[in-house]
DNA sequence: CGTAGCTTTGAGTGTTATCAACTCTCGTGG
DNA sequence: CCACGAGAGTTGATAACACTCAAAGCTACG
């Protein structure tokens, strides 16, 4: 996958990254932070690099160097169980963060390779744990955002233990949905960066489960689809899908 | 299920708690505290209460106020899906905590159940984090614990997403063993607190299709059950079984 | 323009859910 | 001490949902 080519396009690689410039400032670690605050994270030496599609941003059994936000892109994480049977844990989008599951034991318990062109912001965790130490917003905001994680892992599992394969699909498409609008862009009309495959390991489906219901989905008039350009039709009736609701009806709570 | 009767047996309750006395400080949050840490975080007014079965420690939705560390007892938390199905997101045993989940917005997610007489001991949040500012080994054993929940709940998605039926039930059965015996207790031999029920809605699966699986683990060999009596016969096999290994044989890796 | 990988579609099967009846256990009260 | 009842657990029959295997159709990229 490494093509020596492009190699030296890509040599913008590590460049120093400052929030106060960032547009997902706001969406990112340092929300929250007042001025003072954000100053003094933005002391921190971040590294900004790039992946390409299908690089790995670190792998499973790696030590923990550094957290990483997403700066433009999209990453899957992936477990691997001792036979081989991959689950993706989790895509992260731009404004999300990714590698908080290393802090337990120094190393990193899933893989995370680029779904397409993506822009990464490295923050080095040593230093991140003693800013928190003097910075009181930071703290407060790391321990959030990992909260957010265990309360994001605790809706999937809700998902994977007592969903139809059905409301799993309408619920992720919501999921999206609701995380491109948070990015400002439009979020009844996306392009999926994940393979069904890949779709299908995070669902905990098929992937040619996954592709009948893109299929029936479409033929129900509640989403359009042409390969991974993902179009919703009625965001009401996913809805409804997505909590049991009567077989796609819309539902007058 | 409140009984007056017992009300003041009970009364127990709202003890001042103090770490440095509890057999389960090396396996609770105070855990690598240095001593000076260790009486600073016991300066920290915790309290100790009991719980009878059935009753609940929050409920989906409470302001967050403590953090809770199990003493004695079990605890299940679960969350509800609009419809009413239920998802039990976890079990907690001695020397675990709960409630971090709630961080994240100030509310818990989930509620918690007592499945048996628990003594649990509050933690208040907004103290917690305001020492963690001052005292370097909390913070770090703060953030380490929550990465830990995470971990967890990854590899329940694992599970939950990629195993079949018999291999969830010998994965939770091991998961057990592991935790009673780092209590010092007999791994091979326990009792659960919890109903076939309960386990389903753990591990995805129909309270009949748990009832099946014990019995024919037990016609196999790998265990013996009387009612929540457990008595793991073949830690190997069931090893083998949790991991995908074929059909319950032992595998020489 | 060809090829490799991704996606769709079909047919058949299997695991697990559901529904229903029966049994066991344990706590309660007679 | 025994009888009773309720909740928990077991077992059986049936059905459905989603998986597997297989093949053909697309798309995109070189």
């Not at 989403?223 to 993902?230: D, P, Q």
Request: hydrophobic share 40%.
């Amino acid at each position: 996958m490494p093509d020596k080519r492009t190699a030296k396009v890509i040599s913008i690689t590590n460049t120093k990254a400052e929030c106060r410039d960032c547009t997902l400032r706001e969406l990112c670690l340092p929300l929250g932070l007042s001025e003072t605050e954000l100053n003094a994270f933005d002391r921190l030496k971040k590294r900004q690099r790039m992946l390409r599609k299908g690089e790995l941003l670190y792998r499973y059994g790696d030590p923990l160097k550094s957290l990483y936000a997403i700066r433009s892109g999209a990453v899957k994480t992936t477990g691997l169980m001792e036979d081989g049977r991959i689950q993706v844990t989790g895509f992260c989008l731009p404004g999300e963060m990714l590698g908080i599951d290393a802090i337990n034991d120094d190393r990193h318990p899933c893989s995370a390779e680029a779904l397409e062109i993506t822009e990464v912001c490295d923050i080095p965790y040593l230093a991140l744990e003693a800013l928190a130490q003097e910075v009181p917003g930071l703290q407060h905001q790391l321990l959030r955002i990992m909260s957010q994680e265990i309360v994001r892992d605790e809706q999937m599992l809700m998902m994977l233990g007592r969903m139809s394969a059905e409301e799993r699909l309408a619920s992720c498409l919501i999921s999206f949905s609701r995380r491109h609008a948070r990015l400002g862009r439009n979020g009844a009309e996306f392009k999926l960066s994940m393979s069904r495959q890949d779709l299908g390991d995070y669902l905990g489906l098929a992937l040619e489960t996954v592709s009948r219901l893109f299929t029936r989905f479409q033929d129900e008039g509640l989403i359009s689809v042409r390969g991974r350009h993902i179009l919703l039709r009625s965001l009401d009736r996913l809805q409804a899908l997505a909590s049991g609701g009567a077989g796609g009806r819309s539902v007058h709570a």
